[in-house]
Structures are given as C-alpha cells and as structure tokens.
C-alpha cells in the first residue's frame, strides 16, 4: 500500500485498489479515453495479467467465463464510446445470468461531459438498467471508494455487472492513497437473514410431501450450495431436476438427480413437475424457458420457493412458502429440522418416462449407428473421452441445447452457456476466460457455424495468450435452431439461415490452431482423442446432419408436460 501522504494519480489509485481487491487478470482493450491507466498498467504487469482481446464483446465475455469459473469478479478495461458500447450486450448477459464483472471503461474529461466530444457517450443512461450500480468517477478523490463499492456490489447478494465509467481527468490528477475494502452499505443488504418461523414451515410441507420434487438453479452453485442440496436430497429421499443454468451443482451420476428441466429438458423431471404434491425451488427464477404455460404450471402442488432475490419470490409462480436467504445457510437449516424419509415408489416413477425417452431420443441421437453424424454422438464422445472432468462452454442454439443434454458433469461450475439472455458469439471468449481461470483444467467448447462467426476474432487472443481451448465446431451449414423454428412453426420457409461457410481449418491455421474435419462416425473418437492428448489449442470441424432437431421439445404455448419427442411424436397426459 502507499503511504497516506504520497500522492498518486487516478490511474494508479485504480490499479492499486484492484490489486488489493485481488485482481489477478484484466480483459480489455485500450483507447483514447482510458490511454492514462493503460500508462500505468505498464508498471503493473508483474501483479495485474491484461489479456488484449480482439473486440471489446470478446472482452466481457471472456470476463464472465473467468467470474463462472472462479466466483471472483471478472474485470473489463475498454475506452469510451465505441469501447464502452461494444460491452453492453455482455454487461446484459451478465446481468441476466447473475455474473458478478466489473467494467471500468474510459470518459471524457469531466468538463467536456455534454458537449458531444470525441467518443463521448452517455454510460451511465446506457447501463442504467442492465447492472446493479454504475457510477461516474469524476474526481481522482473518489477512485477508490469507487472501485471497493464496484466488488462489494458485483459479488454480493446476487451477483451481478457494475460499470465504473473513469473521466479522463480523474486518471490524471492526483490522490492520497487511502484503500479500505468495503465490508458494507447503508441500505443494502445482499444476505437477508430469514426467519425460523420460515423454516419451520418449510419443513412442515416437507415432512408431510409425499410426491416432493426440488427444481435447483444457478442459486446453488452461486451461494456455494453443492453439498447442502446433495444432503437435502439425501435426508429426504427427494428426486431432483436443473435448469440449464444449474447443471453441475449435482454429478450426473447422483442417484436422486433426474435430468434437466424446460424446454429442451429431459421428459421425467418436466412431466414430474405436474405431479409433485410439494415444489421446492432453489437460486432459480422460473424462466419461461422452464415453466412453459405458466397458467398450467405445477398448479397442484404447494410451491417452496428459495432465494437471495426478493424481487423473484412469487414473481411468476404462487408460493406457499418464499424464505429469501442464501441456498447454502438456508437448506443448512432445513436439513437440521427436517425428518429422515424416502419416497422410493415417487422416484422409481421417473423410470418409465425416462425410458421411453431414452428410446424415442437419446438413443437415436447419440448411437444413430448409420446416415450422418449426429450433434449428440459428438457430445456424447466427448464426454466418455474426457471423462465428464472437462470444463464444457457452449454458444447458443442447437449446439447449446445438445451440449447441455448429452455432457456428463463430475464438479460444480463445469457447465458456463448463456442462458437469460441467449447471446450468439458469448462461447468462444467464454472458452477464452474460463482457460485463463484455471488454466490445469481441460475446456471444451461446443459451438455452431453461426456463433463461431460472431466472434471468431478471438482465435487471435488464443493465439497471443497461447491458450489450449478445445473449440467443437459442429457444422450444419445452417443458423440450427432458427432453422428448426421455421421447419415447426413457420411452414418451412427458410428465411436467411441457410449459412455460406468459410474454410474453418485454413483460417484456424492462419492463427496456428491444429485442427482435424471430421465427415464419417468411424473417426470421430480417434479426433477427439487427439483433440485432448495435449494442452494445445485445437479446432475439431464436425460436418454433422443438416436438418438435425433438438428433441424432446415444449413448443410455445404448451404446458411443460405436452413434449415433443420428435417430428411426429408427443408424450402428453402421462403417456
């Protein structure tokens, strides 16, 4: 730390203040505007690793892989207006995804604010509604009180994006140097504390269920939960499903855990939720996504809703029981009151959906045996190949839902996509972060033609950072999941989403990432293998189905037990 007396500038205040915060790794991009703290990062690069992306969107991106992957805060450092502007689709997905990054971005100088200078934009009216603070340094006094509020915000509670936005003038004038990391704020209160009477009646509902079901989300691995819900789930006997999201909190070989809910979840936990007599949810928000028509959606059981979030607690579905706590203190405290029990008969009941599942879908997407290749096999071969111990980033689409399906998990926070908001071009970068995060650990990215393209710049960044992410490109030639709508809802009128590809393999040469095209199943798990006997970067080109479709599926407007098991057949009412 410096001495009190010793006066420093902003830019050094800031860098400073993030070292004490622990700050490790910087995404970013310099500019103009910011051109003062880059300065003085080139004093700091034994303490602060800057990772130069290729697109700011690469740089938040890759920021919410290494938040998902470790828990801290990512960080961003861009300059203003085009800068600034080129993050906002990440600060949204982080915000709807509850990834807690901290984007410090550039300004004009505090007496130009309002005269339309040179890359001038209105940050703070811009991410107003998409963080959970942004604040405007305009003196070099308030760097640092800035930054320790900018953590204390973004990784307490619910997690979440703060924006910094650093007038030119504060980087360059001078400060006393007096970091105090923040502990608390007046009228914010991130862990609530909840009641015993809340608990108790928890509990009550529990002990009494006979049909008892827990939907968990993002909630668990957020508040650190894993081992809380295993217990809960344990003690009561309880099957349990994931939102996309939550995927990874349990082990895929957990006795108790049923598979994924929602529209491309698996049919026994979907068909369940419409059977349970009591719903116990945790760290999730019942997304439309999950509930399907929510006019229909668990209306027979008595709902048991936890989480950190007040604002989500009855916002969509009915409660019975709302306890706002963190996951981990809060299943802690039921566990201790709730009675031992099993509900074996209920849980043995998710055989037989499962297996005609299994039948109509799993098998023939993951062992088709002849014709194309398959987006699951691929999946499926990886997995067996890495032994479910790799970290697996997806992109959006058909890719996405596949990948989450068919991967096996074996530790907590080894699924990242982009959920709440669905952002094409998120996975690449999020590969980027998440290698970066834990560099020991294997990361695997499964991604389409189309979400590749939209950010495929940041083959550079892998290049310069010499990082060994695993890039699955299963090409259909088509944007996958549009495509599917147009075959289902909208008569087959294929409107733009027939892709024109580029030569993958030249281009992942270009940026000296091997690279293996994969046409014919039988040498499929002979290029996976090579994918993975080494820690290089390496781009795996699987040319799969064209027409290929992500079933089950709920369509719109369909209840969450009226499934789709492929072109011509539903599971609905039970059979």
């Known amino acids: 730390m410096n001495d009190s ?48 992306v290729r697109h700011e969107q690469g740089a938040i991106h890759a920021a919410q892989g290494y938040a998902r992957t470790t828990g ?76 320790s509020r900018a953590f204390y915000i973004a990784s307490t509670g619910r997690p979440g994006p703060v924006v910094l936005d ?14 105090k990391i923040c502990t608390s704020i007046d009228s914010y209160n991130p862990e609530p504390l909840f009641t015993d009477a809340k608990i108790d009646a928890a509990v009550r509902l529990i002990d009494s269920a006979e049909k008892p079901f827990v939907v968990f989300g993002q909630g668990v691995i957020l508040g650190n939960a894993e081992k809380e819900l295993a217990a809960f789930l344990d003690k009561g006997g309880i099957p349990a499903g994931s939102t996309l999201l939550g995927l990874s909190a349990l082990p895929s070989d957990n006795p108790h855990f049923k598979g994924m809910i929602g529209m491309h979840g698996n049919v026994a936990p979907n ?15 019942f997304d439309d996504r999950v509930t399907g028509t929510v006019e229909t959606y668990a209306r027979q059981a008595k709902v048991i809703h936890i989480d950190i979030d007040a604002a989500e607690i009855g916002k969509i579905i009915p409660v019975e029981v709302g306890i706002r706590g963190n996951a981990k203190k809060v299943l802690e405290a039921i566990v201790r009151k709730m009675k031992p029990a099993s509900h074996d008969q209920w849980e043995a009941s998710f055989e037989e959906p499962y297996r005609i599942e299994y039948e109509k879908v799993i098998k023939p997407e993951t062992d088709p045996g002849e014709g194309f290749i398959n987006m699951g096999e691929v999946v499926r071969t990886v997995a067996e190949v890495s032994g479910g111990d790799a970290t697996i980033i997806t992109d959006v689409g058909q890719n996405q839902m596949i990948g989450a399906r068919y991967s096996k998990y074996t530790r907590t926070r080894s699924l990242l996509t982009s959920g709440g908001l669905g952002t094409m071009g998120f996975g690449l970068p999020a590969a980027i972060g998440a290698k970066v995060a834990d560099p020991g650990k294997q990361v695997c990215l499964f991604v389409g033609d189309g979400g590749l393209q939209m950010n495929i710049q940041e083959f550079g960044t892998i290049m310069q950072e010499h990082l060994g992410v695993k890039i699955v490109l299963m090409n259909n030639n088509w944007l996958g999941n549009v495509r599917q709508w ?21 281009i992942a040469g270009a940026y000296g990432i091997r690279s293996r095209i994969v046409e014919d199943r039988k040498d499929l798990e002979d290029a996976v293998r090579d994918m993975f006997s080494d820690d290089e970067p390496f781009l795996l080109e699987v040319r799969v189905i064209e027409e290929e479709m992500v079933m089950p ?21 039970g059979k």
Not at 102 to 131: N, R, Y
Not at 486 to 506: G, H, V, W
Not at 555 to 561: E, Q, V, Y
């Open 166 to 179: 650093f007038t030119k003038n504060s980087q360059v004038g001078l400060t006393e140097s007096a970091f």
């Open 486 to 506: 147009q075959e289902m809802f909208f008569n087959e009128r294929y409107s733009q989403t027939r892709m024109l590809n580029p030569d993958y393999e030249a």
């Open 72 to 147: 801290k805060p990512g960080v961003v450092l861009v300059t203003s207006g085009p800068g600034a502007t080129n993050v906002i689709t990440g600060i949204t997905d982080a915000m709807m995804d509850s990834t807690p990054v901290v984007v410090i971005a550039g300004q004009v100088a505090a007496s130009a604010l309002g005269t339309d200078a040179f890359q001038e934009t209105d940050l703070i009216g811009l991410t107003m509604a998409i963080t959970k603070w942004n604040y405007q340094i305009r003196r070099p006094e308030d760097v640092e009180w800035a930054v």
């Open 553 to 573: 599926m709920v369509p719109p407007g369909k209840g969450i037990d009226q499934i789709m098991l492929n072109r011509n057949e539903w599971y609905e009412n």
């Open 5 to 52: 007396s010793k006066k420093i500038t902003g830019s050094q205040a800031l860098l400073d203040a993030l070292v004490a915060e622990g700050v490790d790794t910087i995404f970013g991009y310099p500019g103009g505007a910011i051109m003062p703290v880059y300065d003085k990062l080139y004093d700091y690069s034994d303490r602060l690793h800057h990772i130069l």
């Open 271 to 285: 068909v369940k939720t419409n059977e349970c007599d009591v719903l116990i949810a945790v760290g999730m928000r």
